[in-house]
């Protein structure tokens, strides 16, 4: 792959240990895991605004490359490089709450009271009309996903593969406008040496985001959401309509392992959108515009899970890697 992801060994400076209190007071001790220093989430911001934006403006290539997995979709441009590597969940379950930029870079009261006086600026969107009831997440609806990643070509496990998941947060329909510096909803995975993986998440839901370019989200936020003010002020004196987009649930994801091709691809988690309001969804979709029609191969059907379990919904997926030598590139 001629963009590889960020090297899996590459790890963060760490904030507070599990048991201690983060930033704003709050402690963060149910993942019995580190936190990564704010530092560090300013560095890896700023690392990916320089990887990503001018990417997306020439329009790389990156967008375009198939692998030879039959498994293959359309790249992210809002990952952030430098996400931790984690044990289990996917976030950390003590927040009360979505929390964005400034609360967690500043703390709850300063980076709230901030965070108001952003809002107040910003246009409200008009609520979609085609909105499905069932399309939401809160706390409660916790989903576990296993599987394993597998040689596309014989079926057999694949050692030493390494997963890199990221989503919007569930509990917040805009999620391209912000950023969490604990990198909530952003991790890397070890999978066993049988190629098994679990990693644990909210259940995913259809994501609002005012521009369709995703990758000027890193931009905005490394500015202090500076232009994203200019161009509401610009939009308010003008009564130019703010640019929108909707993307149905999803996961991105990175696999990779020695000796295989990385694995860029979404999975799209749709059994709670109802039908009209996916056909409105996917005509937004700026995704849609590099692979026209959704892979039937992507899409995940969570269910609830058996009593007894330590989520609500279980959802099951494999991975399939190719060779290196496989790889093909689209004209």
């Known amino acids: 792959h001629p963009f590889p992801p960020p090297s899996p060994l590459l790890a963060p400076p760490l904030l507070c240990v599990s048991g201690e209190v983060g930033a704003g007071g709050m402690a963060l001790s149910q993942n019995n895991e580190r936190v990564p220093s704010r530092l560090w989430a300013a560095a890896c911001l700023g690392a990916s605004a ?4 001018p990417r997306a403006i020439l329009r790389d ?7 030879a997995s039959p498994q ?8 952030l490089l430098g996400s931790p590597l ?35 600026l910003s246009v409200q969107p008009v609520p979609f009309l085609e909105a499905s009831p069932d399309d939401v997440s809160t706390g409660e609806d916790t989903m576990a996903q296993v599987g394993r990643v597998v040689d596309a070509e014989t079926g ?36 066993s040496d049988d190629g098994r993986y679990t990693f644990k998440t909210l259940y995913p839901t259809t ?16 500015l202090l959401f500076l232009p994203g003010v200019a161009l ?31 694995l860029v691809t979404q999975l799209y988690y749709l059994d709670r959108v109802s039908p009209c309001d996916l056909a409105a969804v996917n005509g937004e979709d700026p995704v849609r515009r590099t692979t026209p029609v959704a892979n039937p191969e992507l ?7 058996p009593a007894g379990g330590d989520t609500k919904w279980r959802a099951e997926f494999d991975f399939r890697l190719a060779p290196v030598s496989k790889r093909v590139k689209a004209g």
């Not at 320089?50 to 934006?53: A, D, G, Q």
């Not at 500043?106 to 952003?118: D, K, N």
């Not at 308010?236 to 309509?241: D, F, K, Q, S």
């Open 299 to 305: 899409m995940v059907h969570p269910i609830l899970s």
């Open 50 to 53: 320089l990887y990503w934006w």
């Open 72 to 79: 293959w979709e359309a790249d992210g441009p809002e990952h």
């Open 207 to 222: 994501i609002e985001g005012f521009t369709s370019a995703p990758a000027l989200m890193v931009v905005n936020a490394l």
């Open 156 to 191: 057999a496990a694949v050692q030493g593969a390494m997963l890199d998941v990221w989503m919007g947060d569930p509990r917040s329909r805009m999620k391209y406008g912000d950023l969490d510096f604990d990198f909530d909803f952003r991790g890397k995975f070890k999978c």
């Open 86 to 120: 984690r044990k289990e969940w996917l976030f950390y379950r003590d927040k009360p709450g979505h929390r964005g930029f400034f609360e967690t870079w500043l703390g709850a009261a300063v980076g709230g009271g901030v965070s108001r006086f952003f809002n107040m």
């Open 61 to 67: 290539e990156v967008l375009k490359i198939r692998g």
């Open 232 to 262: 509401t002020v610009y939009s308010r004196l003008t009564g130019t309509p703010f640019p929108r987009f909707r993307r149905p649930p999803h996961i991105h994801c990175y696999v990779w392992a020695p000796g295989y091709e990385t």
